[in-house]
């Protein structure tokens, strides 16, 4: 059986939003799926930030991650060293991984480039599940995960813009993009 890893981050940002060489991961959620979309096994942790050890009020209230939540956290390296551990006894299984957009992609390329950390990630193919989605459905522009699930039919489970909770939805739209 072929399985597709899932992976939703929350970051550092403020209401205006911040560039994405500004923002740092405060949280992975990851969940290990058929292409069923069925979960086999799963990842969260939340990760300190270094440069804005301090979370805005509005990156708080939009996670619902508290400062308590980041301070008690280990860092990205630590974390990061517990998720390629984790990952390991999946890879022989993974067709690949996947993401809501192209975001969570680009957030942990530049985290491994500026702190310069390898990941078994590099090595497999990523797909955009956002396009994907707007593509089996033929839609005019891609949907917010809480609109697609909505268009599917489905109501979003658990707390949104947490990382796990968000794998875990984008994990049961996977039947839906890969026709299984």
Known sequence: MHHWLV????????????????????EIGASVVTRAG??????????RPQRRPLLTPFCRQLTH???ANIDGA?????????????LGQH??????????????RKQLEQEWKQKKLDSAL???????????????????SPLGLNSALQLAGMQFSGQQHRALEDARNTARLLPLVFKV
């Not at 069925?38 to 990760?47: L, P, S, T, Y």
């Open 7 to 26: 992976i939703d981050l929350e970051a550092t940002t403020d209401d205006g939003g911040w560039p994405l060489e500004e923002m740092e991961v405060i």
């Open 38 to 47: 069925r979960e086999v096994d799963h990842f969260q942790r939340f990760i």
């Open 65 to 67: 991650i508290t400062q």
């Open 74 to 86: 280990s860092t990205t390296e630590q974390v990061w060293e517990q998720f390629e551990r984790w």
């Open 91 to 104: 890879l022989p299984k993974l067709e690949g991984w996947a993401s809501w957009g192209d975001y969570d």
């Open 122 to 140: 590099l090595r497999l193919p990523h797909v955009n599940l956002k396009l994907q989605f707007a593509q089996a459905r033929q839609l005019k």
